[in-house]
């Protein structure tokens, strides 16, 4: 399945991905909460705890000029509905956002980073580009977990 880019093309101040996913939301809250499968989809996390204020980090392999660690700390914690988290890489401090909505099929999951500022494009670009690919990782680990 492909991800739904949501992103309006007159901005760049977040991006917005929609999956239709053919599981449960139980199913996909677990593949957003659960450390071992975040790492699968997402990016090995260290500290995940769903409390809120916690801090935990994501570690993505070092770029040339980022150590590849991304901050971040619980904003929102809506099982299974809602989940919503801060995300800081250097000077650049994001918000993402993932509602699970219930469908006839499965689940809709949204994702949404906003707070990407003017100066930001490149990182904006980064995202979109990673939410799309992670997206892709999260379809074909669902169908494989239980």
């Keep these: 399945m492909i991800p739904v880019d949501r992103t309006p093309s007159e901005q760049t101040a977040a991006v917005a991905f929609e999956f239709d996913l053919a599981h449960t939301p139980e199913k996909v809250w677990r593949a957003l909460t659960d450390p071992s499968l975040l790492g699968e989809w997402l990016l090995p996390v260290v500290g995940f705890r769903l409390e809120l ?55 809709r999951l949204d994702i949404l980073q906003s707070g990407f500022r003017e100066d930001q494009k490149r990182n904006w670009g980064g995202a979109r580009y990673g939410w799309k690919m992670m997206g892709e990782r999260l379809f074909s680990l669902l169908d494989k977990t239980n």
């Design 53 to 107: 204020k916690a801090p935990f980090t994501y570690q993505a392999p070092p770029q040339p000029g980022w150590d590849g660690v991304v901050h971040c700390r619980m904003l929102e914690i809506e099982p299974p509905r809602r989940l919503k988290y801060a995300w800081l890489v250097a000077d650049m401090d994001t918000v993402v956002t993932f509602t699970l909505t219930p469908t006839p099929t499965g689940t």
